[in-house]
């Protein structure tokens, strides 16, 4: 192998299997160097798979993870160790360890958000490399006005296929009265928010400069709720799509955010403030970039943005009748006891394999289903549920809508905690199994956010828990280190 050219090592080296790539290269510097210069490793670190969803719960301490369970090595070869329940999370004191009301803000490309209690404390973790960094304090906290009603809200930027550094942004709510003329702009044409840059280690007040007209005066953004939905998801979602950033925002639009140029676009939504009272809305990704939904009953629409020649243009994908799968899974609620449900909450009290809430759920624990339950959710033909026969009578249920698929045109829909997959092409359904947290329940017994996760092996987070912040680009055990971070730096 010593006498092998560089080009043909490379060749080798690119037909080993992860693991198996990731000890190579920790045999000798050349080939070190071969993996490293040819960024062999680097489709394998990188988000490329969705493994579960994180979800907020009301009336409820801390989040969770959804997914599939007992996984110790996924289908691309690599050792999985996903932190599914945030024991990793640098403790403080007696107070901290107790008194925490916890909830995910946001999730990009494999980064978390992660509030502690209330926002008394902010994070960015990577649950697959139990890394974490304390955010410090922004310039102006935004200010708690009602339970969860602040008067800005955080988000995350991240993409590890240009740069490992990320930033948040806050992004300011709708002035209330007195504090902004209500005939005013809103957006305004210079828009200041506060931004966080893991590069500089500190916030900073950026202007964004509006291009082209703003979606009407303050008071009639006002006249849209501060909640997305009545009951559901207390405050709205963004996504970070090739370099900017889409903020769903209150008064039906969209604003996308030009890091690169201090720019952004309001881009209105494909329902008005006034359908929006009997509708859920949800920004998200798929596979063809940036994707709207509006959830009205049991009726779904699901609209792609279209950006081809610097027009802005939702193009409606699907229109989609839920009254078949809502009966079905009534059935299933009440019925169907013993059916399969691949997926379970990820519990800290069986040491994340979840075990116990397999047992209680009737999964099967024996060691030859273990090539079974793979975390990694990768096929089309599990678990599928018949609708077509299904009746429509009993489907005046309430469903929530949990996320879009990133890779692939499937949603994920929830009623009475009751999870499914469904393909919107071929109207396919696939059973997952139930959210709800073990003793979870009660009369306010539901969901808030929810975001489906990517993980990702590479991060810059620091080494050491107890830092609040450091810069040192480090990749820790040996399946995360996929290449040198300078070679990912964009700049």
């Not at 990793?88 to 909830?103: A, C, I, M, T």
């Amino acid at each position: 192998m010593d006498r092998l050219s560089e080009d043909l090592l490379c060749e080798v080296l690119r037909r080993v299997p992860p693991a198996g790539l990731a000890a190579c290269r920790c045999l000798c510097r050349a080939w070190r160097a071969a993996v490293d210069g040819g960024r062999l490793l680097l489709p394998h670190v990188l988000p490329h798979s969705m493994r579960g969803i994180f979800s907020n719960y009301c009336d409820y301490h801390r989040p969770h993870l959804f997914a599939r369970p007992r996984a110790t090595i996924t289908s691309s070869g690599l050792p999985h160790d996903i932190d599914g329940t945030f024991t990793s999370r640098p403790k403080g004191g007696v107070n901290d360890r107790l008194f925490g009301w916890d909830s995910v803000l946001d999730h990009c490309n494999g980064l978390v958000l992660y509030d502690h209690h209330h926002q008394t404390k902010l994070y960015v973790c990577n649950p697959a490399t139990r890394r974490w960094a304390r955010l410090p304090s922004p310039l102006r906290k935004p200010e708690c006005v009602f339970f969860f009603r602040y008067t800005g809200y955080y988000y995350l930027a991240y993409d590890p296929s240009v740069s490992l550094h990320y930033e948040v942004f806050l992004v300011p709510e709708v002035p209330e009265d007195g504090e902004a003329s209500s005939m005013g702009q809103w957006p305004p044409p210079v828009h200041t928010l506060q931004v966080f840059s893991s590069r500089t280690q500190q916030w900073e007040d950026r202007a964004f400069v509006r291009q082209g007209e703003p979606v009407g005066t303050v008071a009639e953004a006002r006249t849209d709720s501060v909640e997305p939905v009545c009951c559901g998801p207390q405050r709205r979602y963004a996504e970070y799509w090739r370099g900017a950033l889409y903020v769903h925002c209150r008064g039906a639009y969209v604003m996308r955010l030009s890091p690169s140029e201090d720019k952004y676009q309001v881009i209105k939504t494909p329902t008005s403030i006034k359908e929006n009272e009997d509708a859920k809305p949800y920004l998200g990704r798929s596979e063809s970039g940036v994707y709207y939904v509006a959830l009205a009953g049991l009726q779904l629409r699901v609209w792609a943005l279209n950006e081809s020649g610097g027009y802005m243009e939702w193009l409606l994908r699907h229109h989609v009748n839920l009254e078949a799968l809502s009966h079905r899974l009534k059935t299933l609620q009440y019925y169907d006891k013993h059916v399969n449900r691949p997926w379970t909450i990820v519990d800290d009290r069986s040491n994340n394999n979840c075990e116990f809430e397999m047992e209680v759920q009737g999964i099967a624990t024996d060691e030859e289903d273990e090539e079974e339950q793979i975390i990694e959710w990768n096929s089309d033909d599990d678990d599928i549920l018949d609708i077509r026969n299904s009746s429509r009578e009993w489907g005046d249920g309430v469903m929530d809508f949990l996320g879009f698929h990133p890779y692939k045109e499937v949603v994920f829909l929830s009623e009475s905690f009751n999870v499914v997959a469904y393909h919107l092409a071929s109207s396919k359904a696939q059973y997952l199994g139930v959210i709800r947290p073990w003793g979870y329940g009660g009369t306010t017994a539901s969901l808030y956010e929810s975001y489906p996760y990517t993980p990702c092996l590479i991060d810059s987070l620091p080494e050491n828990e107890l830092e609040l912040y450091s810069t040192s680009q480090t990749f820790g055990n040996t399946a995360s280190s996929a290449a040198p971070a300078e070679k990912l730096d964009a700049g």
